[in-house]
């Protein structure tokens, strides 16, 4: 009789601590509803950074000053760094916020350049020495009309700033001849940005504007390759092609600056 009590009460408190099949459903409910949950949404926002070297001749005239002439200039982008002033060296930056398709920009350029050129008028021989420090500074706004897996393309509203500081001295067989200026001017721009994706971390991306006000006309072109490498960090080379016409009084700068363009994205 004893026996079979003991085994009752045993079967009892074994049956009492051992977890019922609902209750093991219930309690691991809670694990598999928080796998189920779903990503969170990304930011709209996104910001960047993108350093570059453009390695940009320049061909064009430059005039300062009533009792100098115009100084042919042309330094090929193949010898831009023998023309290069490198103190302040040069610096090329590209800054963007972006919320969702709205963007802002900045793209800042300094560039110092050497730039000598023979002249010769008959029987004379002379030399015509042109020493230019430029700041461009494109920046505005932009939104993206068309935005999905395959590209996108983008309306640019801005400006472009220039600054030139420019040095000339004119040298002749009997007497030298030396003038210098700065001028610091803005026109406002329009253009349009493209992107096409390609697969594989590739996109090619184009963008061109024009504008004026200051200027008589500036304009340029921007075509590169791109390739993804990381999420946060995309790699690109290409060519640009920049131009403007300035004048105002004795000063002339009418100048197209062109060569192969390399850089990099930073996103955070």
Same mark, same amino acid.
């Given at each position: 009789?004893?026996?079979?009590?003991?085994?009752?009460?045993?079967?009892?408190?074994?049956?009492?601590?051992t977890?019922?099949?609902?209750?093991?459903?219930?309690?691991?409910?809670?694990?598999?509803?928080?796998?189920?949950?779903?990503?969170?949404?990304?930011?709209?926002?996104?910001?960047? @950074?993108?350093?570059?070297?453009?390695?940009?001749?320049? *061909?064009?005239?430059v005039?300062?000053?009533?009792?100098?002439?115009?100084?042919?200039?042309?330094?090929?982008?193949?010898?831009?760094? *023998?023309?290069?002033?490198?103190?302040?060296?040069?610096?090329? @930056? @590209?800054?963007?916020?972006?919320?969702?398709?709205?963007?802002?920009?900045?793209?800042?350029?300094?560039?110092?350049?050497?730039?000598?050129?023979? @002249?010769?008028?008959?029987?004379?021989?002379?030399?015509?020495?042109?020493?230019?420090?430029?700041?461009?500074?494109t920046?505005?706004?932009?939104?993206?009309?068309?935005?999905?897996?395959?590209?996108?393309?983008?309306?640019?509203?801005?400006?472009?700033?220039?600054?030139?500081?420019?040095?000339?001295?004119?040298?002749?067989?009997?007497?030298?001849?030396?003038?210098?200026?700065?001028?610091?001017?803005?026109?406002?721009?329009?253009?349009?940005?493209?992107?096409?994706?390609?697969?594989?971390?590739?996109?090619?991306?184009?963008e061109?504007?024009?504008?004026?006000?200051?200027?008589?006309?500036?304009?340029?072109?921007?075509?590169?390759?791109?390739?993804q490498?990381?999420?946060?960090?995309?790699?690109?080379?290409?060519?640009?092609?920049?131009?403007?016409?300035?004048?105002?009084?004795?000063?002339?700068?009418?100048?197209?600056?062109?060569?192969?363009?390399?850089?990099?994205?930073?996103?955070?």
């Amino acid at each position: 009789m004893r026996k079979a009590i003991g085994a009752a009460v045993t079967a009892a408190m074994l049956w009492a601590f051992t977890p019922s099949e609902a209750g093991a459903q219930e309690t691991s409910a809670p694990a598999s509803t928080a796998t189920s949950q779903k990503a969170p949404v990304p930011s709209p926002w996104s910001f960047s @950074v993108s350093p570059y070297l453009w390695t940009a001749g320049m *061909k064009g005239k430059v005039a300062v000053g009533s009792n100098l002439p115009a100084i042919d200039v042309d330094v090929a982008f193949k010898d831009i760094f *023998k023309n290069i002033d490198w103190f302040p060296p040069p610096t090329m @930056v @590209v800054g963007e916020v972006r919320y969702d398709r709205f963007a802002a920009f900045s793209d800042f350029i300094f560039l110092g350049l050497e730039a000598d050129h023979s @002249v010769t008028k008959g029987p004379i021989a002379a030399s015509a020495e042109a020493d230019l420090d430029t700041i461009v500074w494109t920046f505005g706004g932009s939104y993206r009309f068309i935005d999905n897996k395959f590209g996108s393309a983008g309306l640019l509203l801005g400006g472009r700033l220039w600054n030139v500081d420019a040095k000339g001295k004119f040298a002749g067989p009997f007497a030298g001849r030396q003038a210098s200026g700065n001028k610091t001017w803005v026109d406002a721009i329009v253009g349009l940005n493209t992107r096409i994706n390609l697969g594989g971390g590739f996109a090619l991306e184009g963008e061109a504007d024009v504008g004026g006000g200051a200027s008589k006309v500036d304009w340029q072109l921007l075509g590169t390759l791109q390739y993804q490498a990381e999420e946060w960090l995309t790699l690109q080379a290409g060519y640009r092609y920049l131009s403007v016409d300035f004048s105002d009084g004795n000063f002339l700068y009418d100048v197209a600056l062109s060569g192969p363009i390399i850089g990099a994205t930073l996103r955070f």
